[in-house]
């Protein structure tokens, strides 16, 4: 898993284009990913799961429930396979949409 990013990471380094940029454009697609991965966990509840994140008297609450349910999952190894999954789809995709080495060092 991380060769795709480091790959990501070579790609955007290549663009003609501030460090500035490349900063943000890097960083901005961390955050895509992590939202990526939170919300694929989300789809794998249970209803019941998920009605008692929804019920949470507080936003900590809520996301101590989650949270608890993630670490409970990370023990499985069929989670693990399901994670790696998603986070290598998506890293295929945005490594796809990046322009490649030689068009950016004409």
């Known amino acids: ?12 380094d290549a663009l003609a284009i501030s ?3 490349k900063k943000h454009i890097f960083d901005n697609f961390i955050s895509e990913i992590q939202f990526k991965l939170v919300n694929s966990f989300f789809d794998t ?4 799961q998920k009605k008692d994140i929804a019920e949470a008297s507080t936003d900590e609450e809520a996301m101590k429930i989650y949270f608890d ?6 023990e499985i190894p069929e989670f693990l396979q399901f994670i790696e999954q998603i986070y290598t789809e998506a890293m295929t995709k945005a490594l796809s949409e990046l322009p490649s080495p030689t068009a950016t060092s004409q």
């Open 45 to 48: 509840l249970t209803d019941k």
């Open 1 to 12: 898993m991380d060769d795709l990013l480091q790959q990501y990471r070579q790609r955007i």
């Open 19 to 21: 460090e500035e940029n």
């Open 69 to 74: 349910l993630m670490n409970q999952s990370i």
